[in-house]
């Protein structure tokens, strides 16, 4: 007997093995998503945290802030009291 080879629609086992394929990529696929989700939350919570463990330089920034009233006040912008009100407001 020679072999016949089917032409058309696959059989039920082409048609099992065709489902457990896609069903196995989409397994893989969604695996690899949900990996890749969890390490980048994990990665985004571990540098909250290091950035939260950093003291913070506030000081720089206060000079920096204090510079600029001064360079306000010196150029007319700012009078005197407003001028030791946004200090004031930068200090407490």
Do not use: C, N, Y
């Amino acid at each position: 007997m020679a072999f016949l080879r089917r032409v058309g629609r696959p059989g039920l086992i082409g048609l099992a093995a065709r489902t457990a394929v896609v069903a196995g990529t989409a397994t893989a696929v969604s695996g690899g998503i949900t990996a890749h989700q969890q390490k980048k939350a994990h990665d985004e919570f571990a540098a909250e945290q290091h950035a939260a463990e950093q003291p913070a330089d506030a000081s720089v920034d206060l000079v920096t802030e204090l510079q600029k009233l001064g360079d306000l006040r010196a150029a007319g912008v700012l009078d005197d009291a407003e001028f030791a009100a946004a200090k004031a407001r930068l200090l407490h």
